[in-house]
């Protein structure tokens, strides 16, 4: 059962000339979008597709929303961009409100423009903060794509090939996932008593020089495989952190606001961190990302391992504007609730697929992120990437724009979407997976896909 995109000659011109002077990944065939709108992205065609991962996870709001979008006008008129070393009243704001709903003492921003930098920013207080020098990781975790960061990044895929020697100190990444899909030490939850973290512990005296400055680790593990820990596992690695001196690093970048039922994951966990990172969600599309501490850290480190920091584009006025406005949308409208709620019925509507189709091994998440974890068979739980980006291209012929990234296939819609939305977009999905699973398309390429596809070579149908 073949179906077909068909583009105009402009359209298949710009993808022609796209492929020929931006490097960067694509999936096939590289639709051109010109414009969105709340939850559906425009191609060059006029063609309307859902954004089943809402942008790079950053329009909680959607697409275009009004009252961002009138900050965005007014503030281009107003202010966009200063001098790092003097303040405005948004940059202020945005960083009181964000103290303000945040748990515990974390009340002290630290401006960045990408989660990469706000990660790396949050290892130079580790080591500002304790006079020592390893960080460790979590294998499975993502922190982003500079190189300090890529080497506590161990996701796979070609990101770390032939990097060689940058990648200190790679040999951080110590700490095993609490991947109870696909226990890493063979082991079964709730009778493990969490022994992947005992694991870990052990881990550490063996791979770091146990001269622990920070752990960083993401709440809920996202590119590596939504990783949606046991209750117990976060509490404990604080407990780890502590016993170790070593801050405690959480990185929220995928997370909030609000997107997995509460403004930020650690709220499901009832563990505060020293540090946490945010980016994609809190910036509403643009280029404001940083790190919130303890005013206590904050002076501990002033001064030492080159903070405080900013670079050319730090709380920016319109950034913050507009970051600020919709972090007041995300309050103002209960987004949290609206996520847990929706979120429920999205889960409900996915394990119906699951129990159709042998190729969902598991449906993961929390709120309004899930992902489908895409096997050979639910046996053997073997993954299954080729299928996956059957699935993602499927969707994007049904008229829903997804990433498929490995073996994981995303459901991470903007939070104002619709339970309606949510059924028409699951319809789409089963059309999309029931093609997969017929074979459609034959061959399929997924080099240029991302930075964690797999392999240098297109992989063909067996
Ligand atoms: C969990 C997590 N942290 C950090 C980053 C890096 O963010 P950025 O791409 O803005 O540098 C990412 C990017 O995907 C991420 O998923």
Aim: proline share 6%.
């Amino acid at each position: 059962m073949d179906k077909k995109f068909r583009f105009s000659n402009t359209h298949t011109d710009f993808q022609a000339r796209d492929a020929k002077v931006v490097f960067g990944w694509r999936y096939s065939p590289r639709i051109i979008f010109k414009a969105a709108k709340g939850t559906k992205l425009i191609d060059m065609d006029n063609n309307e597709y859902y954004d089943l991962t809402s942008g790079m996870m950053c329009m909680v709001l959607g697409h275009s929303h009004p009252e961002l979008t009138e900050v965005m006008r007014e503030m281009a008129g107003t202010f966009l961009h200063q001098s790092s070393w003097y303040s405005n009243p948004w940059a202020v704001e945005f960083a009181e409100r964000l103290g303000e709903n945040t748990p515990g003492d974390l009340k002290v921003v630290n401006f960045a423009v990408t989660g990469s930098e706000a990660n790396e920013i949050a290892m130079r207080m580790a080591l500002a903060a304790t006079g020592k020098y390893d960080i460790v990781s979590m294998i499975r975790g993502l922190h982003g794509g500079s190189l300090a960061v890529e080497a506590l990044t161990s996701v796979g895929g070609n990101r770390r090939k032939n990097l060689g020697p940058l990648m200190f100190p790679a040999k951080a990444n110590a700490l095993l996932p609490p991947y109870c899909y696909r226990c890493p030490v063979n082991n079964t939850y709730p009778g493990c008593d969490i022994a992947c973290l005992k694991s870990s512990e052990e881990m550490l005296e063996f791979v770091t020089s146990q001269n622990i400055a920070g752990i960083m680790a993401e709440t809920i593990p996202v590119p590596g495989g939504m990783i949606v820990p046991p209750k117990e596992w976060l509490p404990r690695l604080a407990a780890l952190a502590k016993r170790w001196g070593a801050l405690l690093i959480l990185d929220e970048c995928q997370l909030a606001p609000a997107r997995t039922g509460k403004m930020w994951a650690m709220e499901h966990y009832g563990v505060t961190p020293d540090i946490v990172t945010w980016g994609k969600g809190l910036s509403a599309g643009l280029a404001v990302c940083g790190t919130i501490t303890t005013p206590q850290i904050a002076e501990q480190v002033r001064g030492d391992a080159g903070l405080l920091w900013a670079g050319t584009y730090s709380s920016d006025p319109l950034a913050a504007a507009v970051a600020l406005k919709q972090l007041d949308i995300v309050l103002r409208d209960k987004l949290d609730e609206r996520a847990e709620q929706l979120g429920a019925i999205a889960e409900a509507e996915l394990l119906a697929l699951k129990s159709k189709y042998s190729c969902i091994g598991d449906v993961r998440g929390k709120g309004l992120y899930r992902m489908l974890d895409i096997v050979k068979d639910p046996g053997s739980k073997i993954p299954d990437p080729i299928m996956a980006e059957r699935i993602r291209y499927n969707c994007a012929l049904e008229g829903v724009i997804g990433i498929s990234v490995k073996h994981y296939f995303r459901f991470a819609p903007p939070l104002i979407v619709t339970e309606a939305e949510i059924k028409d977009i699951v319809g789409r999905l089963d059309i999309a997976i029931k093609r997969a699973m017929d074979g459609f398309p034959r061959d399929v390429d997924v080099r240029e896909s991302s930075s964690l596809s797999i392999g240098d070579r297109p992989i063909a149908a067996e």
